[in-house]
């Protein structure tokens, strides 16, 4: 069963109130992202755009200019969406994250010459390993 895809309207009112009733069961892990990922070490700040070749809200995640990743919501979860070149995807394989995460990101096929890694979330128990990709993520000079 291919996963349904929310907030697909363009003429949503995404604010916090919004966010929240679009999101449902989603919006408390949001929340807890969002709210932990504003703060330091992260200083990562949210931004909800409607994008029509996708046709649907996505959340760009950015530190500064440089996009972290990308949220995008699901019926059945919400997708954390990373890309890495060849070389700042070198070190995934050693960080302290679910095996489910690193056998994917080193079987993923590039998109042109990047390498996406995603992270589903369906719980707060996978906030952590999330956090450990964005700290990762952060601490690379390029892509």
Known sequence: MKPEKLL???????NSDGL??????WFSIYE?????????????????RFYKDGG???CKMTRKKKTVFWISAWKEFLKCGFYFTQKSGDGISDLPI??????????????????????????????DDLYTVVAYKIAQKVA
Do not use: C, H
Request: hydrophobic residues 35%; without cysteine.
């Open 8 to 14: 697909t309207s363009p003429d949503l009112d995404l």
């Open 20 to 25: 929240k009733n679009e999101l449902g069961r």
């Open 32 to 48: 807890t992202l969002a709210e932990t990922l504003s703060k330091p070490p992260y200083d990562i700040s949210p931004e909800w």
């Open 56 to 58: 649907a809200w996505l």
């Open 98 to 127: 679910a095996q489910s995460l690193k056998s994917a990101f080193a079987n993923t096929t590039p998109v042109g010459k990047l390498y996406p890694l995603s992270v589903d979330l369906t719980g707060k128990r996978q906030l």
